[in-house]
């Protein structure tokens, strides 16, 4: 597609179900990002791909959290057991490999995710 | 340790100038970029410095200082839609990004 589309762009989970989320990114774009936000605060790092190589997974805040990307398409952010301080926007971007290209971020319209 | 610094909230009025900077230290420097993102959507991309100097771009300007690990983002002659948070992020020496928290720029007639 055109953007990174990202689904499903609401959830309502109960506390300790489990959620998927899902992030198609641009046709192209070798690198793509996890990230949440909560209400009123800056963006928090999760996981970064680029490309086929080992993925950064520093800003995991916890082992119910897990990420996979096939290849340079679509990638799904698993969260377990859930809780109620998971409830935030988790975004989504991509960008292209090289140089400051890298940093050039195109963001998904985001998943809010609401864990009653 | 790396870090970004930019202002919480900043207010301007309609049609003035506004600077907001954003100073960093981080491991190494590949470029410094300018966000903006608007309440309940997501970031977009505003600009990109990789070298000392000023970079326009219609209302909006960047100017980077790397000898001084600073950067300002100028808006001009500015529109109640400029109303958003700016945040600026730094690709470090693994290309990596930091990200700073963000400007909530008020606009007021």
């Known amino acids: 597609g055109a953007g990174v589309s990202q689904s499903p762009s609401n959830k309502v989970t109960e506390k300790g179900k489990d959620v998927e989320l899902r992030c198609d990114p641009i046709?192209?774009?070798?690198?793509l990002y996890w990230y949440r936000q909560r209400l009123g605060q800056g963006l928090e790092f999760l996981i970064y791909?680029?490309?086929?190589?080992?993925?950064?997974k520093s800003g995991l805040p916890s082992d119910r959290f897990s990420a996979e990307r096939t290849g340079e398409s679509v990638s799904t952010l698993t969260i377990q057991r859930t809780q109620q301080e998971d409830s935030a926007v988790y975004l989504c971007?991509?960008?292209?490999?090289?140089?400051?290209?890298?940093?050039?971020?195109?963001f998904g319209e985001g998943s809010r995710l609401t864990v009653l | 340790g790396q870090n970004i610094d930019q202002p919480t909230e900043m207010t301007a009025t309609e049609g003035a100038i506004v600077q907001i900077n954003c100073t960093y230290q981080?491991?190494?420097?590949?470029?410094l970029f300018w966000y903006q993102q608007h309440a309940g959507e997501a970031p977009t991309f505003l600009s990109y410095?990789?070298l000392d100097g000023l970079e326009e771009k219609g209302r909006f300007s960047s100017f980077l200082s790397r000898s001084k690990g600073y950067s300002y983002l100028l808006l001009k002659e500015l529109q109640m839609k400029d109303s958003a948070s700016y945040l600026c992020?730094?690709?470090?020496?693994?290309?990596?990004?930091?990200w700073g928290a963000g400007t909530k720029l008020i606009i007021k007639p």
């Open positions: 971007a991509s960008s292209k490999r090289g140089g400051g290209a890298v940093g050039q971020l195109f």
């Open positions: 046709s192209g774009h070798t690198a």
């Open positions: 791909f680029q490309g086929n190589s080992a993925p950064d």
């Open positions: 981080t491991s190494g420097f590949n470029g």
């Open positions: 410095n990789v």
């Open positions: 992020a730094v690709l470090d020496s693994n290309y990596q990004l930091i």
